[in-house]
């Protein structure tokens, strides 16, 4: 008895450990999405120049990320998240210390070599310390790092950049990053590990290749100039790259990433509609800040405190849902979050208007944190349970891979649908300016009596006038784009529910069931 509370209390500091460097590598993307303008002045660059400080963490990640399995089977679990949490440190470190644009970029490579693996290594050593009748808790508290992470970086960044040194943002991940290493080589265990295992390099050098290629046309896709060949080049060889990579896994004796996992309907199911929710997070993650910034003219600060109570009840919830996970599956929680989700969703889009109220945006995004407590943490675990032990490296590395490209997607089919609406929107609002509409009309007549006031002459006050209509419409219709890309989310949702309804209803996998599953996948080899 004494020894199974000895394990107990083991297990939750070592989840204290992964919890650490889970929250401190999420937070850090967000934080510094924050503090690019005050780089850009402090470095003296443009935005071209200063987005590849974020373009290029994100590169690396995609890079790294799948490569993980392969790491830990090879030298374990608790050295690999050893090295990928000091590696983080030292990259902020660095960061830190940067002194130029290029300097910078350099360093977040480092950063988001250790970044990219914390997170799939650190689900493995859950699956490790924990049993599978306990492992919804523990991922909900898990969760609370992956989740609430994005939303509290917003505030905390706004607060450092406006009152203290930029370079905290990165300096404060140090002392955390050297404790967390410490605490993980106390308390971490080793896991077993191959102590020989052939690397495929085809696997390796054809998805980092595809990966890095997609995502880089991803994130550019909104300013692309498709003139220039480089980007056709670039997605061709992407996706080339890729099949290649699919062939090759499902050919070789050892691959790098073990496909035949998608052969498990669950965890096949649960990527699809993690994809999905990722997209349906952007509508507030993303947009939203676009639109209490650039259309509301509210600070960065400003706008992480009106999202910050959401991310607070997406914390509390999280070990919630993870704890009724383990008692009565996913669906009694998913499909009622589901319906949440897209309800508010919808309610939030009505808000997107100059006329709302900060309260009432605070509200409907804690309501759809609701939604999303319930929602993502236990379809991650009911993925993640029926894959065997011995894959679930790989199966983690493989889930968070593909959570990468569909985050880096969701931003960009997120981009595309409010700059496509915009252009529509404005040109149906310009089709009013003629003269059969009599309120156009007496509109712009009344501004060009204004500026004519003013001084100007009739002729500059007239073009005065249409140029400030124009902007009045332009606004309008960013509006109307950003609240129908909210819209579009709350849609989609739906076809999550259809795709929960088809899942299993089983609320854990028990060790037979495990051996089952092993024997399938052994059987498609």
């Not at 644009?101 to 997170?119: D, E, H, P, W």
């Not at 106390?186 to 191959?194: A, G, T, Y």
Request: proline share 4%.
């Amino acid at each position: 008895m004494e020894e199974n509370n000895n394990e107990s209390i083991y297990s939750w500091l070592a989840l204290i450990v992964v919890v650490i460097g889970t929250f401190m590598s999420i937070l850090d993307s967000s934080i510094v999405n924050i503090a690019i303008p005050k780089m850009m002045a402090v470095f003296g660059v443009s935005m071209d120049d200063s987005k590849w400080i974020l373009t290029s963490y994100t590169l690396a990640l995609g890079a790294i990320i799948p490569l993980t399995g392969y790491l830990q089977e090879v030298f374990g679990s608790k050295k690999i998240y050893m090295f990928a949490l000091a590696m983080f440190t030292l990259g902020s470190m660095l960061c830190g210390f940067a002194w130029n644009n290029t300097s910078m970029i350099v360093f977040r490579i480092i950063q988001a070599l250790g970044g990219g693996m914390i997170m799939p290594v650190g689900m493995s050593i859950i699956y490790e310390i924990f049993p599978r009748d306990k492992i919804g808790l523990a991922l909900g508290i898990w969760g609370i790092a992956s989740m609430a992470a994005p939303s509290i970086g917003p505030t905390l960044g706004g607060y450092i950049i406006q009152n203290m040194n930029w370079r905290l943002i990165f300096n404060i991940n140090v002392p955390i990053g050297i404790l967390g290493v410490i605490l993980a080589g106390i308390l971490l265990k080793d896991s077993q590990k191959i102590t020989f295992k052939s690397f495929d390099v085809i696997g390796f050098l054809s998805s980092t290749i595809g990966v890095v290629s997609i995502l880089y046309v991803l994130g550019e896709w909104t300013s692309i100039d498709w003139s220039k060949v480089q980007y056709p080049l670039l997605l061709t060889l992407g996706c080339l790259s890729l099949i290649l990579f699919v062939v090759n896994e499902l050919t070789h004796p050892q691959p790098l990433l073990d496909l035949t996992v998608f052969k498990l309907f669950d965890f096949s199911v649960c990527q699809i509609i993690i994809c999905v929710l990722t997209m349906a997070l952007m509508g507030g993650v993303y947009v939203l800040p676009l639109f209490l910034q650039n259309i509301r003219g509210y600070t960065a600060m400003e706008t992480g405190l009106i999202m910050l109570p959401a991310a607070l009840v997406v914390g509390i919830l999280m070990p919630v849902s993870g704890n009724l996970f383990d008692k009565i599956g996913a669906k009694p929680l998913v499909i009622p979050g589901l319906i949440i989700l897209a309800l508010s969703s919808y309610h939030l889009s009505v808000l997107i208007n100059m006329n709302s109220s900060r309260e009432m945006i605070t509200l409907i995004l804690c309501i759809r944190s609701i939604g999303l407590g319930f929602t993502m943490m236990p379809i991650n675990t009911a993925g993640m349970n029926v894959v065997p032990q011995n894959l679930i490296g790989k199966a983690s590395a493989l889930s968070s891979t593909i959570r990468q490209i569909a985050s880096s997607l969701s931003v960009t089919i997120m981009s595309a649908i409010i700059q496509s609406k915009t252009n529509y929107n404005y040109l149906k609002l310009s089709e009013q300016i003629n003269v059969y509409n009599k309120p156009a009309n007496d509109t712009i007549n009344i501004l060009t009596k204004s500026y004519m006031q003013e001084g100007l002459p009739q002729g500059t006050a007239k073009a005065s006038a249409l140029s400030t209509l124009s902007k009045l419409f332009q606004g309008q219709a960013t509006i109307d784009a950003m609240a129908y890309a909210v819209a579009i989310t709350s849609v989609i949702v739906i076809v999550t529910i259809v795709l929960t309804l088809m899942m299993k209803s089983k609320k854990t996998v028990k060790g037979d069931d495990h051996n089952t599953n092993t024997k399938e996948l052994a059987a498609t080899k």
